[in-house]
């Protein structure tokens, strides 16, 4: 595995790399939900006698956090990181520091458009600009020909479809379901500032969106009502920053009652000083099924 830590570095490896590349953009603090990244990378990328590439990069991006967010205190496990990298068959890691992807103030940055500015943009200003001017940075440097998101962050994997289109860059975006605790939690890497008693609330995110998804053939309104039932049984420990229901290609609002279709279910939540997100796929309307299963293009 090799392992580069500047642009120049990087180049030199890409120049010999097999393809397909592909390339899976994390801030590091690997976990479960992470090898299911890299598993889906390697099965896209081939093991015969001729595999393209995984590549992985590893990069706590201060452009996508608020002045008053957690970037100081965000998980840096690097060693850890690149074991399981190794573990997962891995063959590059890019793992810059600030400077290296920063070297002078980024004075153009990509705007996130309408979708951007609802829900985690609403909440998080500045988020999704600066989520996508690293993601089509590291697309610049890596140049793969795939690069692989996690579905837990719906409006993210949206955004990065919408910038991929729009900029005609000519990468596959590919998308691999949500990992989950047993207990329904999806795996975050903020996971790990859960005290124990918030870590016994968190779980009811995930009960929530599968209560909507059970009624979603009642229609938004009801899906919306079930969800939030279920929120209030978490009383006074949860602060819901939003629950809202999206159209799954655009992510623009359900906004119509009647809408009858495909779906995405999403909550942002605070638990003492954790904000936790989570989303499930629903088709809403009668006759349908509740919680549905991603496509392979979702
Ligand atoms: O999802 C993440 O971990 C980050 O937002 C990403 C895509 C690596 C950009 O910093």
Same mark, same amino acid.
């Given at each position: ?30 976990? *479960? ?25 590893? $990069? ?78 590291? $697309? ?9 998101? &996690? ?15 729009? $900029? ?66 978490? &009383? ?20 119509? *009652? ?14 003492? &000083? ?25």
């Amino acid at each position: 595995m090799i392992v580069a830590g500047t642009r120049a570095e990087l180049a030199a490896a890409r120049a010999r790399l097999a393809g397909p590349v592909v390339l899976v953009p994390t801030m590091g603090a690997l976990h *479960d939900g992470h090898r299911a990244l890299l598993r889906r990378a390697r099965e896209l990328a081939g093991t015969g006698a001729r595999p393209g590439t995984v590549a992985v990069s590893i $990069f706590v991006n201060p452009l996508q956090f608020a002045p008053n967010e957690d970037l100081d205190r965000y998980p840096r496990t690097l060693n850890e990181d690149l074991r399981t990298c190794a573990a997962e068959h891995v063959d590059l890691v890019f793992a810059p520091g600030v400077r290296e992807m920063y070297p002078a103030q980024q004075l153009v940055t990509v705007d996130p458009g309408p979708a951007g500015g609802i829900l985690e943009g609403e909440f998080r200003p500045g988020f999704f600009r600066g989520v996508l001017t690293v993601v089509l940075k590291l $697309f610049s440097l890596v140049r793969p020909d795939v690069a692989v998101f &996690g579905q837990k962050d719906a409006q993210q994997l949206a955004l990065v479809r919408q910038m991929v289109a729009d $900029f005609a860059l000519g990468i596959e975006i590919e998308a691999v379901p949500t990992v989950r605790a047993a207990d329904g939690l999806a795996l975050s890497s903020r996971n790990k500032y859960l005290s124990s008693p918030e870590r016994a609330v968190a779980p009811v995110l995930h009960q929530a969106l599968a209560a909507g998804a059970a009624a979603a053939a009642g229609g938004p309104r009801a899906a919306l009502e079930a969800a939030r039932r279920v929120l209030a049984l978490a &009383g006074g420990a949860l602060t819901v920053d939003y629950l809202a229901l999206v159209e799954r290609g655009t992510y623009g609002p359900v906004r119509d *009652d009647a809408f009858e279709g495909a779906a995405v279910l999403a909550i942002a939540a605070r638990l003492g &000083g954790t904000r936790l997100i989570d989303n499930v796929p629903v088709q809403i309307g009668a006759g349908q099924p509740g919680m549905a299963e991603h496509a392979a293009d979702d």
